[in-house]
């Protein structure tokens, strides 16, 4: 089994900075994409950033320029720097892996999310 831990998470005033962090350890052959998504009350989970396990990173419009993804491959973890925050950056954040957890099977796997919450 694996599992994701998040961390990072809180309330800021809008304009302020939250780092998030996602750590993956369990059965592990390899850890491939690392992403986060979040859901805001009354809305669908929407994907926020992706990262490969080359370096190769997509962001969702809303946050180009103000949220950054990187991650350490040795450490199985994941980062989102999250800075400008605004009021409708508010969601629960979660992680997801996609994880070789043998050479032949690959799974997706959930973090348990992390609540920000940016007050104008």
């Known amino acids: 089994q694996v599992q994701l831990v998040e961390s990072g998470g809180g309330l800021v005033q809008a304009g302020g900075s939250l780092r998030l962090s996602c750590a993956a350890s369990g059965s592990i052959f390899r850890v491939n994409a690392m992403g986060w998504y979040r859901q805001a009350p009354g809305k669908s989970r929407e994907l926020v950033a992706v990262i490969t396990s080359g370096g190769s990173t997509n962001y969702a419009d809303s946050v180009k320029g103000r949220f950054t993804i990187s991650r350490d491959n040795a450490k199985n973890t994941v980062y989102l720097q999250m800075n400008s925050l605004k009021p409708e950056d508010t969601a629960v954040y979660y992680c997801?892996?996609?994880?070789?957890?043998?050479?032949?099977?690959?799974?997706?796997?959930w973090g348990q999310g992390t609540q920000v919450t940016v007050s104008s």
């Open positions: 997801n892996a996609q994880v070789a957890v043998t050479i032949l099977r690959r799974e997706g796997f």
